[in-house]
């Protein structure tokens, strides 16, 4: 199960992020001024489990102004907002599960990713680990929280709360393969309409991190929205720093004993002492 | 108030037409990245990287750990393990004053780095949630068994040793202490690459590598330091491979980084890593052609040296810190890695 949030239909009302924070009781985490367009909580983090991202840019809506469907300002071009709720990618290759020494984060029964917190210690090793920049240590908590994709809603068969709460069904919910064939048709129909910039994004189960239970359309580059646009599962790479840590370790243990060896003893050594 | 006054001829006194102000999200109206390199006026090496990014904010989740912790645990961790080894080969080749100094060297350096662990979670009681399971997947959890199996071996080495109880249970320990020594030092480099960080992560081959140095470098430079030089021949020698292995990775890794390599140049990071060659070369030439005749020398250069491992191991854990604050060295290198797979079939 998990999300596909169509980017396209968001107005940007954030009722994702306040139902999100409602049910889940995550505390308010600063009211701040950031120039950022109308965003006011600026990114995921420990406190914010859905972003909406708004983003102002000096094109047009449409990369066919002239077929009159999509009304343009005049010939700048215009400008268009992109907005967008983000939120945890739930993984199929999660990196902050492979990472966490405790076993506190763990798959659920449905293919999500969820921290308990309290068997998080607080070692911090998750956050720099997710590829995404998802997961945060909570101040003066120190413990690490995120999405929880509502696993206690979906235990009674309930949607989770920021898709209940959406009013264009930019967030929905579902089993994956069921999201993925409705996103790519929705693709084909924007392009129909002219918006060639429409993608899906995190889809594909195989990409860097196995597909993300939480995917998206956009309509620009993922960069553009804050999302890396080429992630992969640190531990991916895993055997392989062993192996290198392994020769380093081997190196360190091989070299001292051989500068030992052709020292020799003290006593015999020719290089063994000055005095 | 308005100040605009409508009369026969029209509206006079209106505002001018402005352009709305379009924020700076997406690609920016330069059709840059937010930061620019080159502030103080100095040649850019590389051109600007070009790149989107969401108002410059990171993309990643920036590590929470202190450096003085966290990087503190890995130089710490690094004088322990490589320490542990001088000592056995100090041992066993009839240099007991100098094994002596690196056994209780290597308790306290391990002791202080389990500490400075225990500081950056919070509650001690939490040192021992790591060790509610054992998983391969986590180098964090593989560590701590490591250092659980490595710090009571070193503990009776250097117990045992001072107290001269039980000799050849002695033996054993500063043998076990010996042998996991160089996983000890090792390991810490892969718990800083298993992570999204561009700086750490893109050098996992090497970092081991400027870690293993960087540790033979601190161990011998404590050698040095305390022990008499008559007995620290070998110690020299292995402050200078330890030196040259050292900077020798350290090149090769930036060579690898590419474009991320600016972390370990530019910033705090370069700062400290240029701080760390210096000191380990003048440590390391010092220590090696004076330490034998003069024990000022001697303690002078192996100051030095472990200056010079705590500055590479600092400027490492900055170098990545810098690396997950600018969205820069995230986007550009995974746009690369996409041009080049896409240019790969054709
Ligand atoms: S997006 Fe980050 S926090 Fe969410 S499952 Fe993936 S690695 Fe974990
Ligand atoms: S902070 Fe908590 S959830 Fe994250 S890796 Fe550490 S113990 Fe696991």
């Known amino acids: ?275 | 108030m308005s100040t605009s006054d409508v009369g026969r001829e029209g509206v006079r006194g209106a505002r001018p037409d402005r352009e709305a102000m379009i924020g700076q999200g997406g690609h920016p109206p330069d059709g840059r990245g937010g930061r620019r390199r080159g502030r103080r006026g100095e040649k850019a090496m590389v051109p600007d990287a070009e790149f989107g990014s969401y108002y410059g904010k990171p993309i990643l989740n920036p590590p929470v750990w202190k450096a003085a912790d966290i990087a503190g645990y890995f130089f710490l961790g690094g004088l322990a393990g490589a320490g542990s080894v001088l000592a056995a080969g100090s041992q066993l080749t009839g240099r007991p004053a100098a094994a002596r100094a690196l056994k209780i060297s290597s308790l306290a350096a391990i002791s202080g780095s389990t500490a400075a662990l225990i500081h950056d979670l919070g509650r001690p009681g939490r040192f021992y949630n790591m060790l509610r399971v054992m998983k391969p997947t986590s180098p964090m959890s593989m560590g701590s068994w490591l250092l659980a199996a490595y710090g009571p071996a070193a503990g009776a080495a250097a117990v045992l040793d001072v107290t001269g109880l039980f000799p050849r249970l002695g033996r054993a320990a500063t043998a076990g202490a010996a042998v996991l020594g160089p996983g000890v030092a090792a390991y810490t480099a892969v718990l800083a690459a298993d992570t999204a960080v561009p700086a750490w992560h893109e050098g996992y081959r090497e970092l081991p590598f400027v870690f293993v140095g960087s540790a033979a470098v601190a161990a011998s430079g404590m050698a040095l330091a305390a022990a008499p030089p008559r007995e620290t021949a070998p110690m020299r020698t292995a402050a200078l491979c330890g030196a040259a292995l050292e900077l020798g990775a350290t090149k090769l890794m930036e060579r690898r980084l590419g474009l991320v390599a600016e972390n370990y140049r530019e910033g705090t990071g370069g700062r400290l890593m240029r701080a760390a060659r210096a000191l380990t070369v003048a440590g390391a030439a010092g220590g090696a052609l004076l330490g034998g005749q003069s024990r000022t020398a001697a303690v002078l250069g192996g100051a030095a040296l472990l200056a010079g491992s705590a500055c590479t191991r600092f400027g490492v854990f900055h170098a990545g810190i810098r690396s997950a604050e600018d969205p820069k060295y995230t986007v550009v290198p995974q746009r690369e890695r996409i041009r080049a797979r896409e240019a790969e079939p054709a």
């Open chain 1, 1 to 275: 199960m998990g999300f596909f949030t169509d980017t396209s239909v968001c107005i940007g009302c954030k009722a994702c992020e306040v139902a999100c924070k409602e049910w889940n009781a995550v505390p308010e985490d600063g009211l701040e001024f950031t120039g950022m367009s109308y965003d006011n909580t600026q990114g995921l983090g420990a406190d914010t489990w859905r972003h909406v991202a708004f983003i102002e840019q000096d094109r047009p809506v449409s990369t066919r102004p002239d077929d009159g469907t999509v009304p343009s300002a005049d010939g700048n071009g215009g400008m268009r907002w992109l907005m967008a709720s983000d939120v945890c990618k739930h993984c199929t290759h999660a990196a902050c599960l492979d990472v966490c020494p405790t076993g506190s984060l763990f798959r659920t029964e449905f293919g999500t990713v969820v921290v308990q917190e309290d068997i998080c210690n607080g070692c911090g090793y998750c956050i720099p680990a997710c590829p995404y920049g998802v997961i945060d240590q909570r101040k003066g908590d120190g413990r690490a929280w995120k999405c929880t994709l509502c696993y206690d809603r979906l235990g009674v068969g309930m949607e989770p709360a920021c898709a209940k709460a959406c009013p264009t069904d930019s967030i929905q919910y579902g089993p994956l393969d069921e999201l993925r064939e409705r996103a790519a048709m929705r693709v084909d129909q924007l392009h129909d309409m002219g918006v060639e910039d429409a993608r899906l994004y995190g889809h594909d189960p195989e990409d860097g991190v196995g597909g993300d239970g939480a995917f998206f359309l956009l309509l620009d580059e993922p960069e553009v929205y804050g999302l890396p646009p080429d992630p992969v599962v640190t531990t991916r790479d895993l055997p392989s720093m062993w192996r290198h840590a392994g020769a380093a370790a081997a190196a360190l243990a091989g070299g001292l004993a051989a500068v030992f060896a052709a020292h020799g003893l003290r006593d015999h050594g020719l290089r063994g002492g000055t005095r």
